[in-house]
């Protein structure tokens, strides 16, 4: 008799998960927003040449195991380029691929330092993947494991060339990740060369400046890590999965508006 109520209360979850994301589908819709990913195939994506089935669909979900054999770029690309947009996806690391040397990044950018200058770090379980927007690895909100939280903008943040207000404004105020194994909700709003993140619904990054971003690009799941050679994975390893993945294209600046920034 238990069985038979665990096997009802399974069912009646899986068709209360089914109207809760038919309900928030319809949301997206009536806000404006188009899918980029159908939950069936990656249409309407750039699958890399000779990734050999390492990208692919999984129980309706964007699934990578970080083992792309691709020769070249392995990230997971759009077909189409975009401009100014509001991205919605969810994403989740799969488990950690090992012990990472993981720097403490400080609120403005900058990694915390011993007395010698050298930069310290703590080995910590890591994965590591992220999101390219307009279609450069400068321009990536990173997704992994490190104290900082995921959404950070590595390319801008890392680059000691970068004015000191560039590298705080990419460092998220707050770790809003949820533990390893669980669903995040990424929103993503691109506005000319100003960048806005919010992740679990906290606000993480705030319109903050992106020097020399494209104006328009195609958006990547990135590929990091891989396999060693002897078959087991780098500390750094993109074991992830994408879900729910919709853009919102918004109108681009007039010639008035754009110098007006």
Same mark, same amino acid.
């Given at each position: 008799?238990?069985?038979?109520?665990?096997?009802?209360?399974?069912?009646?979850?899986?068709?209360?998960?089914?109207?809760?994301?038919?309900?928030?589908?319809?949301?997206?819709?009536?806000?404006?927003?188009?899918?980029?990913?159908?939950?069936?195939?990656?249409?309407?994506?750039?699958?890399?040449?000779?990734?050999?089935?390492?990208?692919? !669909?999984?129980? @309706? *979900?964007?699934?990578?195991?970080? #083992?792309?054999?691709?020769? +070249?770029?392995? &990230?997971?690309?759009?077909?189409?380029?975009?401009?100014?947009?509001?991205?919605?996806?969810?994403?989740?690391?799969?488990?950690?691929?090992?012990?990472?040397?993981?720097?403490?990044?400080?609120?403005?950018?900058?990694?915390?330092?011993?007395?010698?200058?050298?930069?310290?770090?703590?080995?910590?379980?890591?994965?590591?993947?992220?999101?390219?927007?307009?279609?450069?690895?400068?321009?990536?909100?990173?997704?992994?494991?490190?104290?900082?939280?995921?959404?950070?903008?590595?390319?801008?943040?890392?680059?000691?060339?970068?004015?000191?207000? !560039?590298?705080? @404004? *990419?460092?998220?105020?707050?770790? #809003?990740?949820?533990?390893? +194994?669980?669903? &995040?909700?990424?929103?993503?709003?691109?506005?000319?060369?100003?960048?806005?993140?919010?992740?679990?619904?906290?606000?993480?990054?705030?319109?903050?400046?992106?020097?020399?971003?494209?104006?328009?690009?195609?958006?990547?799941?990135?590929?990091?890590?891989?396999?060693?050679?002897?078959?087991?994975?780098?500390?750094?390893?993109?074991?992830?999965?994408?879900?729910?993945?919709?853009?919102?294209?918004?109108?681009?600046?007039?010639?008035?508006?754009?110098?007006?920034?």
């Amino acid at each position: 008799m238990s069985r038979l109520r665990s096997c009802v209360c399974l069912a009646s979850l899986l068709v209360v998960t089914a109207l809760t994301a038919t309900a928030a589908a319809q949301g997206e819709v009536e806000d404006g927003f188009t899918p980029l990913f159908n939950g069936t195939d990656l249409s309407g994506w750039t699958i890399p040449e000779g990734d050999n089935g390492h990208w692919k !669909v999984v129980d @309706g *979900v964007i699934d990578y195991d970080a #083992a792309s054999e691709a020769k +070249g770029d392995r &990230n997971l690309w759009t077909e189409n380029e975009y401009g100014d947009f509001i991205l919605k996806l969810d994403w989740r690391i799969k488990e950690t691929s090992g012990f990472y040397d993981t720097p403490i990044v400080l609120s403005d950018g900058t990694y915390l330092k011993d007395a010698t200058g050298r930069t310290i770090t703590i080995k910590r379980p890591n994965a590591d993947s992220g999101i390219y927007v307009r279609g450069t690895s400068r321009a990536q909100l990173n997704i992994w494991c490190w104290p900082v939280g995921s959404g950070e903008v590595y390319g801008y943040r890392n680059n000691a060339k970068m004015p000191p207000e !560039v590298r705080a @404004g *990419v460092t998220p105020r707050v770790n #809003a990740d949820n533990p390893v +194994g669980e669903w &995040n909700t990424f929103e993503v709003i691109m506005v000319g060369d100003r960048l806005t993140v919010l992740l679990n619904d906290q606000l993480i990054i705030e319109n903050a400046l992106l020097p020399d971003v494209p104006e328009r690009g195609r958006i990547a799941l990135q590929h990091h890590g891989g396999l060693n050679e002897d078959g087991t994975y780098k500390p750094a390893s993109s074991l992830v999965q994408f879900r729910n993945v919709w853009i919102k294209e918004l109108p681009p600046a007039t010639g008035d508006q754009a110098a007006a920034r």
